[in-house]
């Protein structure tokens, strides 16, 4: 797929019950329908740096759509502790599952979204969601990506077919997702029968694909190595599910 010369860029409010979300959403300038990628923040919420990865992937010729699961105005730090922010959503998943739903449903009624070819990619916490919502296994969605993502199940009781297919980026060292987390993921996706993937970084850390992150005494640090072959394998990956 080329690259788009131009691209159109726009804030979009949704619902779910009485809470308003604003999402935003980047595509190639034109009319048309394209394969839509859904964007899941990490624990910070949909800030600046969210907004620049979806017009990355609209750049690659998708619809981009950076979904907001906390709510509209409801922003933490980039740079600090978002613990409070996300800690209720680790808490109570059937809520997290039906707000990513939701995005889900708007992302689809978008006039630049293919609804044959949707899939969603998220970062930490993002991670987390995107497995969520392979978990929720709606018929819509494709293949979810997650990049250093969290892999608690959500123990929301038995587990359907899961019918996206799955990749799990991930940074070897990292604290957050440490190797008994990743034996049981693997472990939970085969049960599942997810078509899924997992590519180890030796080496990386949490949050590996966040240029200037770096507090290795937390277990985070940017390295570029696993930032290149992920975003690579990522593109790979979804020319693979949407073909």
């Known amino acids: 797929m080329s690259a788009p010369a131009k691209i159109a860029t726009a804030f979009i409010d ?56 906390y709510g509209k105005g409801v922003r933490g730090d980039e740079q600090g502790d978002n613990s409070a922010l996300m800690g209720p959503f680790l808490a109570d998943r059937a809520l997290l599952r039906k707000r990513l739903l939701a995005a889900l449903d708007t992302a689809a009624k978008h006039p630049a979204t293919d609804t044959a070819k949707v899939g969603a990619m998220g970062y930490c916490f993002g991670g987390l969601c995107v497995l969520d919502l392979a978990r929720a296994a709606p018929p819509i969605l494709k293949g979810v990506v997650s990049f250093h993502g969290i892999f608690m199940p959500p123990n929301l009781g038995p587990q359907t077919k899961i019918t996206a297919k799955v990749m799990i980026l991930h940074g070897w060292e990292d604290p957050m997702a440490p190797p008994d987390h990743v034996v049981d993921v693997a472990r939970e996706m085969t049960e599942a029968g997810a078509d899924w993937q997992l590519h180890g970084y030796g080496h990386a850390l949490h949050a590996f694909t966040v240029e200037g992150a770096y507090a290795p005494e937390r277990g985070i640090a940017y390295d570029a190595r696993a930032d290149r072959r992920s975003w690579a394998a990522m593109r790979g990956f979804f020319e693979e599910v949407f073909a």
Do not use: K
Not at 19 to 27: L, P, R, S
Not at 46 to 67: D, K, P
């Open 14 to 69: 949704y619902s779910d019950g009485e809470t308003t979300f604003e999402g935003y959403v980047a595509h190639p300038e034109g009319t048309g329908r394209r394969p839509c990628v859904l964007l899941a923040h990490d624990w910070s919420g949909l800030n600046g740096g969210m907004r620049q990865r979806a017009e990355e992937v609209a750049r690659l010729g998708y619809t981009a759509f950076a979904i907001d699961v």
